[in-house]
């Protein structure tokens, strides 16, 4: 939502206009947040209980839902001659969140996960959520196609810098990041480090590391072992500066308008 006042600040001083519109984004938001919460079985997020976890499944999916409608809700005091572009593009994003999600649950038994198809996961996922923040503040405020387009931009650029951002937090964080560390390594998904770190390992390296992600039980001895790895194969300074990257691209295209 601070994407969405930002944005439309540019063009405006009054930010009222865009206040219940970035308000949908935040239920938006939560809503594919208690969702994927339930399908990945996680037990914390930003602190405290998931939804699921302090209720139940049945809540869980009930509250998320409720979510959208808000979202809805919140996007009806858009003016009359931006309304329809309005819910088309955030019908289209809603659309690609919940395609990137599919990607993501499909990488969970596929073997081999290219460093490309990752980014196009994430970018589906997260990053045209964090873009379509951005261009609603230009919508809102009736902008031409040519700036709204540059905020979209720059703010998929900016959103693909905060997945990855994510994902090594994930490994190289601490309790403060609100999740439980080590998460990813330990329900094995494929995330951008992981898929780098099989890239590099030596065979014999890719072999231990192949068993420890086999290996169900002793998750913390399999969390030590492969942040271990990770290191030893710079997989950590790999990740950080893909992120620089796609984020100083980012800033470059906002800086453009």
Request: net charge neutral; with cysteine.
């Amino acid at each position: 939502p601070t994407l969405c006042l930002l944005s439309y600040s540019i063009f405006s001083k009054n930010i009222n206009k865009s206040v219940k519109p970035a308000i949908a984004l935040e239920f938006f938001h939560n809503f594919t947040l208690i969702h994927d919460d339930i399908m990945d079985n996680a037990n914390i997020r930003r602190g405290e209980k998931t939804i699921h976890n302090k209720w139940n499944n049945n809540i869980g999916i009930l509250s998320g839902d409720l979510l959208m409608i808000f979202a809805y809700k919140m996007l009806e005091c858009v003016d009359n001659n931006t309304i329809k572009n309005t819910l088309g593009r955030f019908n289209t994003i809603a659309i690609k969140v919940c395609e990137g999600q599919q990607f993501d649950m499909n990488f969970e038994n596929k073997e081999l996960i290219s460093e490309s198809e990752y980014i196009k996961m994430i970018t589906l996922k997260t990053a045209v959520l964090i873009g379509f923040s951005l261009e609603l503040g230009g919508l809102i405020a009736n902008q031409k196609k040519i700036v709204t387009d540059k905020l979209y931009m720059a703010g998929e650029k900016i959103g693909i810098s905060f997945q990855l951002m994510d994902d090594y937090l994930d490994v190289f964080g601490n309790s403060k990041f609100g999740k439980e560390i080590g998460g990813d390594i330990s329900s094995n998904k494929k995330t951008y480090l992981m898929i780098k770190l099989l890239e590099h390992a030596e065979e014999s390296d890719k072999k231990i590391i192949n068993n420890l992600l086999s290996n169900k039980k002793n998750n913390t001895t399999k969390v030590k072992r492969i942040t271990e790895y990770m290191i030893k194969y710079k997989v950590d300074e790999l990740t950080r500066k893909i992120m620089d990257e796609f984020f100083v691209e980012g800033i470059s295209i906002l800086e453009s308008i």
